[in-house]
Nanobody, 127 residues
Framework: QVKLVESGGELVQTGGSLRLSCAPS???????????MGWFRQAPGKEREFVAG????????FYADFLKGRFTISRDAAKDTVYLLMNNLKPEDTAVYYC?????????????????WGQGTQVTVSS
């Protein structure tokens, strides 16, 4: 049962930008004020890695060190939607991007701590 749905992934050239979106698949999925919503990615042949996270209550943001300011996470609580704005995309950003929900902000980079995931959206950056 898919609980989160990602969208916005596509083929883009190096240096381009994309905005990914993630929202619940139905009304029975709740994002609580204590939750943290995260973005992860998995490239072919590589392990899944944390990209960014945001707390639902306080809008506190966390980023992977390798991003160096290129990506921005945000959320619209009224729409129950979390976004990932990706700028200056590089071929190494090519991956399936997933969003997920976690009960709190602790251990935010540990994917095993998240309780709900989307099916992912493909981002391909051509050189």
């Amino acid at each position: 049962q898919v609980k989160l749905v990602e969208s916005g992934g596509e083929l883009v050239q190096t240096g381009g930008s994309l905005r990914l979106s993630c929202a619940p698949s139905g009304r029975d999925f709740v994002i609580y004020s204590s939750n943290l919503m995260g973005w992860f990615r998995q490239a072919p042949g590589k392990e899944r890695e944390f990209v960014a996270g945001i707390t639902w209550r306080n809008n506190e943001k966390f980023y992977a060190d390798f991003l160096k300011g290129r990506f921005t996470i945000s959320r619209d609580a009224a729409k129950d939607t979390v976004y990932l704005l990706m700028n200056n995309l590089k071929p190494e950003d090519t991956a399936v991007y997933y969003c997920a929900r976690k009960s709190d902000k602790y251990s935010y980079s540990d994917g095993s701590k998240y309780d709900s995931w989307g099916q992912g959206t493909q981002v391909t950056v051509s050189s």
